[in-house]
């Protein structure tokens, strides 16, 4: 029998999307370009199903990779009615399907978790002989990794990487099996298991064990998966045992995403699900509704030479339904300096136009591209923040965050939320400024951040909001992982950036080299750099910047993407972008470089380092008087201010000031972080110090001098 509000689950849905949440029976797969509404037809299609009493809710089970896809799955699925169906994660549900079960079969618990498999990986090395190098261990173990996800054994390894031309560390393929077994063999004595084998186990429960099977299949008769591009061997090893002989299977991706072949993602599931499955309903999900025809146009046409890639076989074609936008900017610059802040001149611009901080990103092929940009943020007094693969609501502060504002909800649930919040938060490390540089005090502070954020974006829609509504919806948040985001520009590898959007994009170091990267060999790996690429391009909403720079320091030593030519409009002279946004001819500007430590010389990376000037273990050239002085006077300005002291100024900034005694307010600016706010705030105390001090210290030479003399 119909919900009488069934069919209001379809109003706002296009034709194909309908098409989709409708066609309840059967399997199907959904081909879904990039911003054409995937998530939302088939959470509408589950929705519509239950509403409909076609599926018992408590007998679907959606699948997703990520714990942030998840949550916003079950947050969908709950507003539309069908809080009670499953999305999780595949080893979410491998992990509580295999505990269920595990001791029904072997009198015991699942095995606990290996928490460092890079630890048993050294041992089985070591046991080998082959040494302890960090990035041999790195290097092995993501190969290990990649041979369980491929659903490879120990013995089978060598012939199938041989086969793929597959390395790790330089290692042959038997040399990297013979470590493979040995880790094994580790775990088995120490009775470990590692975040493959959850998987491992779920199949092997269902595969060998008849009676579970088909307690199993009672339980689940419906499975949705999302982003099946990405979908693995044992991944569809395990969805084929999940489905047995049932055909009521829907799976939905993007052959132009398919982006995680290195980590065992095999996109020919997605375009050979029809074939696999005879009778299987197919839909185009084409129509992009999150870029501006430009942006659309654009990675139509980078993607146009890839429609025949293994990979890219089935992508479609986007068809954009946004109004025309600004003219995406491609912008030619001599260094990476120039180009970080070519980048930052135009975020700026963006952000005086009325877009926020946080509805901007700057995008990347590797993280070692990060710190320019990092540098260049910090110098004009950009916020930004470091996105990284934590789950965000297992961050301490954050679980202390939610905590502290739940108890002051009990204490006093109608207060006023936000400045509640603020000084709740506060007491932990919350400030109105983001301390300096890098680092765990930052990473911290964007969390606190992220938070008061959520609640003053729920004040500003609902300005009744209380304190106790305000800590129950970071609670339903946290409950589906619905992770926030402090007021500041995203730094993100392409890879870190799928799934996400921004209104912002700037897309920087397209260059040979880079994308595609210089690893990348074969026909195949070139052709996931281009979907790389495509991802990143997609990420965008309305505007878009996409840079590339000629060499690393200066000079020309390199050329734009491949991908880009035929693309980049007026092939010629270079282009740079002004603050207030339009390309215009190129010009010298002042560079902000790749820093270097005055110690070794080698690159430095973290905001500490770049106040610094050097590596925090390289020899230190400070006045340890100085410095002194400096945390003498940072602790009584905290006190007076009633602030915490870093937000003052950080350690790095003190021990960099100490090590540079910049004599003059010119000097001041000149160290990394201390921007203008800080040195018109707290300048003339710093100079005063740094001046008695350096007196101090002329008047000792000249003393020690004159006595040298008398001597």
């Given at each position: ?320 339904q946004r109004d025309p936008g600004p ?201 996931e750099e281009r979907r790389l690429l ?123 000031l100490a090590e540079a005694c910049p ?49």
């Amino acid at each position: 029998m119909i919900v009488p509000d069934a069919h209001d689950l379809l109003a706002g849905l296009d034709p194909e999307q309908r098409a989709v949440a409708t066609n309840l029976h059967g399997p199907m797969v959904v081909l879904a370009g990039a911003g054409t509404g995937k998530t939302r037809a088939i959470t509408h299609r589950i929705a519509y199903g239950v509403a409909t009493g076609t599926y018992d809710p408590r007998q679907v089970l959606a699948v997703t990779f990520t714990t942030r896809a998840a949550g916003e799955l079950r947050h969908r699925l709950s507003t539309l009615g069908a809080p009670r169906v499953q999305a999780r994660t595949f080893h979410s549900a491998a992990l509580a399907q295999a505990r269920y079960f595990w001791p029904r079969v072997h009198r015991g618990d699942l095995p606990p978790l290996l928490q460092n498999r890079r630890a048993l990986v050294a041992d089985a090395a070591r046991r080998l002989r082959l040494g302890s190098d960090q990035a041999m261990l790195r290097d092995l173990s993501g190969e290990i990794s990649w041979a369980k996800v491929s659903n490879l054994t120990p013995e089978r390894y060598s012939t199938h990487a041989a086969a793929q031309g597959r390395k790790a560390a330089d290692l042959d393929p038997a040399t990297v099996a013979k470590v493979f077994e040995g880790y094994e063999e580790l775990k088995r004595e120490r009775e470990r298991i590692d975040f493959e084998d959850i998987l491992l186990c779920a199949a092997s429960l269902l595969a060998d064990q008849p009676e579970i099977a088909a307690q199993f299949a009672r339980t689940y008769r419906w499975f949705v998966v999302d982003e099946y591009q990405d979908v693995s061997p044992l991944q569809q090893a395990l969805l084929d045992l999940w489905c047995g002989n049932r055909g009521d299977v829907c799976v939905v991706g993007d052959p132009a995403q398919t982006i995680h072949s290195f980590a065992g993602a095999r996109a020919d599931y997605l375009t050979g699900f029809a074939s696999r499955h005879p009778g299987a309903t197919t839909v185009e999900l084409v129509r992009n509704y999150r870029s501006t025809p430009e942006v659309v146009a654009l990675t139509n046409q980078v993607m146009r030479r890839a429609r025949g890639d293994a990979g890219s076989a089935g992508a479609v074609t986007l068809q954009a339904q946004r109004d025309p936008g600004p003219p995406v900017v491609h912008a030619d610059h001599p260094d990476e300096g120039s180009e970080a802040r070519g980048v930052v001149d135009w975020l700026i611009g963006r952000h005086d136009e009325g877009v926020d901080w946080r509805d901007m990103a700057v995008l990347f092929r590797v993280n070692s591209q990060s710190p320019s940009y990092e540098a260049a943020l910090a110098e004009r007094q950009v916020p930004y923040l470091i996105r990284g693969a934590e789950r965000f609501y297992d961050r301490p502060e954050v679980r202390q965050g939610l905590l502290l504002i739940r108890a002051e909800a009990r204490n006093d649930p109608d207060a006023d939320p936000v400045e509640r919040v603020k000084l709740v938060l506060g007491s932990i490390g919350w400030t109105t400024e983001p301390p300096a540089g890098a680092g765990a005090v930052r990473e911290r502070w964007e969390s606190l951040a992220a938070l008061v954020q959520v609640v003053a974006d729920l004040v500003v829609q609902t300005p009744s909001t209380t304190l106790a509504q305000a800590s129950s919806e970071l609670g339903e948040r946290a409950e589906a992982q619905h992770v926030p985001t402090a007021d500041a520009v995203t730094l993100s590898t392409l890879h870190s950036a799928k799934g996400l959007e921004w209104e912002a994009v700037a897309l920087v170091g397209v260059q040979e080299g880079t994308v595609p990267f210089v690893l990348a060999n074969t026909a195949e790996q070139i052709a996931e750099e281009r979907r790389l690429l495509h991802v990143g391009i997609t990420r965008a909403r309305t505007q878009l910047r996409v840079s590339w720079s000629r060499s690393r320091s200066g000079g020309d030593g390199r050329r734009r993407s491949r991908f880009l030519d035929g693309v980049v409009p007026g092939e010629g002279a270079p282009v740079s972008v002004s603050r207030t946004g339009p390309a215009t001819t190129s010009r010298p500007r002042r560079r902000v470089q790749v820093r270097n430590c005055r110690s070794c010389g080698q690159v430095l990376h973290s905001g500490a380092e770049f106040k610094l000037g050097r590596h925090q273990d390289c020899p230190a050239t400070y006045d340890e008087e100085l410095l002194d002085q400096l945390r003498q006077w940072r602790s009584e300005e905290a006190s007076r201010s009633k602030l915490p002291a870093f937000t003052i100024l950080t350690d790095a900034t003190l021990t960099a000031l100490a090590e540079a005694c910049p004599r003059d307010p010119a000097h001041l600016l000149r160290i990394n972080g201390l921007g203008k706010v800080k040195v018109d705030r707290y300048g003339a105390a710093v100079l005063d110090i740094i001046n008695v001090r350096m007196k101090e210290k002329d008047t000792d030479e000249k003393e020690v001098a004159t006595s040298a003399d008398r001597s």
